[in-house]
């Protein structure tokens, strides 16, 4: 069965204070790891998908990278405005279009 | 314009009593799903249909009914409520293949 396990649970930053979220997870042939966000309230709004070890995606600070067995979700110079919970989740192979998620990391950056 | 939209938003209903909670995309995709979040946060899937075909049906009690009138609406039928139904269920949708999902908002279901 995949699984996915994501830590820390919660994350407490200062402003400007870099850290990684970690994604660790095991599938039967991985099609594509997916990253999101999750505001209180929210739906989960898409943020990378990665589909090879050694790939790497950006979008203002956050950094998405992928190994065979993990992912990391870097915050460089996070702002209050990227308190959310990130979300990894996987696809399988041979699951069709289904994703697993992780139970997410809550992040808060404060001012 | 939402791109995937459910309704209602809040759902306080009695144990025993049936509920549907209805979803619409406008955004051309080919599947759409039910997830549900739990308290500790989980997303687990429960259904996914592909152009009105049921294609996903994950170990979900048979008092949960999905019905696809076309590939634009997804709508979940719940029969005989239980406390343990409480949750927020999230509907999606998405292309055929590596894509990411498109979320509604969510439908926060409270079972008194």
């Known amino acids: 069965e995949d699984q996915v396990t994501q830590s820390p649970e919660a994350l407490r930053l200062q402003e400007g204070e870099s850290s990684s979220l970690n994604c660790s997870y095991t599938v039967s042939g991985l099609r594509g790891l997916f990253w999101y966000r999750q505001d209180p309230g929210k739906g989960p709004e898409f943020l990378f998908t990665l589909y090879s070890a050694g790939e790497e995606k950006e979008k203002e600070r956050l950094k998405a990278t992928l190994t065979k067995k993990e992912s990391f979700l870097h915050i460089t110079a996070p702002k209050p405005e990227d308190s959310a919970t990130y979300l990894c989740?996987?696809?399988?192979?041979?699951?069709?279009?289904?994703?697993?998620f992780g139970g997410g990391t809550r992040v808060l950056v404060k001012p | 314009d939402t791109a995937v939209s459910q309704t209602p938003k809040y759902l306080v209903t009695q144990m025993g009593n049936d509920k549907s909670i209805k979803c619409e995309q406008n955004l051309g995709h080919d599947t759409m799903y039910w997830y549900k979040q739990d308290s500790k946060k989980f997303l687990k899937i429960m259904f996914s249909y592909n152009n009105k075909e049921l294609i996903i049906n994950e170990t979900v009690p048979n008092r949960f009914s999905p019905k696809s009138p076309d590939k634009a609406h997804l709508n979940l039928h719940i029969n005989s409520l239980e406390l343990g139904d409480s949750a927020v269920y999230f509907c999606a949708s998405s292309q055929v293949g590596l894509y990411g999902y498109t979320f509604g908002s969510g439908t926060r279901l409270t079972v008194v």
């Open positions: 989740a996987v696809q399988a192979a041979a699951a069709g279009n289904k994703l697993t």
